[in-house]
């Protein structure tokens, strides 16, 4: 079970995350349709933007409270 200091701590972490992989999800779909884009760039914003919807995931996991049997 978390304490209410940790609950805090990590929803102020998800909304930070969920923030950023909105604002890099913006970012490529701009970068998506220019065609002078550097194909790795964009490659590694995609690769970050999964990064952060992998942690995203992992913090709200932590967030649901356990059911008991």
């Known amino acids: ?3 209410d200091e940790t609950v805090k701590e990590l929803q102020d972490k998800l909304h930070h995350l ?3 992989h909105s604002d890099l999800d913006d970012v490529i ?3 998506a349709d ?3 884009v550097d194909q790795i760039r964009l490659r590694r914003l995609k690769k970050r933007k999964l ?3 992998d942690m995203i995931i992992r913090i709200r996991s932590k967030l649901i409270p356990d ?3």
């Open 1 to 3: 079970m978390l304490d």
């Open 18 to 20: 969920v923030l950023e």
């Open 29 to 31: 779909r701009r970068l």
């Open 34 to 36: 220019d065609p002078t």
């Open 51 to 53: 990064q952060l919807k």
């Open 67 to 69: 059911i008991e049997a």
